[in-house]
């Protein structure tokens, strides 16, 4: 018996498999764009603003931890040094004003007041020119060591700007140097042969991910 124009024979669903697409792509690996994120997340400019408000501070950023005691070690030398000078400044100042004024006055209590580590072994004061010159001296180191301590902060704030501008170039073991010798050629009957220095990072082709079968 003939079949049917409207019979039709369903087709099972196991029957028919439609094949998987497959899209060759690639992707970058997990630990590469962590990578990433890590050198753009560390800013150079924290690390000058940090150095330019507590001196250290921004080396502690970049990580070179080892900088800090070289850097306070550094600022403390002009900060001590400023201190002594400006106490020996107060006390000769204060004894070439007190002898100043016993010239004047022969009041013998004015040299009693002046600080015995400004006067003579013997307990004397020295005379008026002594203290004029020690107070000059004093002074001129005094600021001095105000001058020094500025640059030595400046220079803590330059290397942490410098180091932290340097995190973000490759110095990897990847780099590879190449010297090879130039002819350049400037058009007139003159020429000039030289050697070309390039750094050269060999590329790294991305894996594709495996195919589903």
Do not use: C
């Amino acid at each position: 018996m003939g079949k049917s124009l409207f019979d039709t024979t369903a087709v099972k669903p196991d029957s028919a498999r439609v094949p998987a697409v497959i899209t060759n792509r690639t992707t970058v690996a997990p630990d590469t764009s962590q990578a990433l994120m890590k050198k753009k997340a560390h800013s150079p400019g924290k690390a000058t603003a940090r150095s330019a408000m507590i001196p250290g501070w921004g080396q502690a950023y970049n990580g070179e931890y080892w900088k800090i005691p070289i850097v306070w070690g550094a600022l403390s030398i002009p900060a001590l040094m400023f201190e002594f000078n400006n106490r020996y400044y107060q006390k000769t100042k204060f004894a070439y004003e007190q002898v100043f004024q016993y010239n004047i006055t022969r009041d013998e209590a004015l040299l009693r007041a002046i600080s015995a580590d400004v006067k003579r072994s013997d307990g004397q004061p020295y005379g008026l020119s002594e203290y004029q010159s020690s107070r000059n001296f004093y002074r001129q180191n005094r600021d001095y060591s105000v001058l020094w301590f500025v640059i030595l902060w400046g220079v803590n704030v330059v290397d942490a700007t410098v180091f932290g501008h340097l995190k973000h170039f490759d110095v990897s073991d990847d780099l590879s140097l190449q010297i090879k010798p130039t002819f350049n050629s400037t058009g007139t009957n003159s020429a000039s042969v030289g050697l070309a220095v390039s750094f050269k990072k060999p590329e790294h082709k991305l894996k594709p991910l495996p195919q589903v079968k």
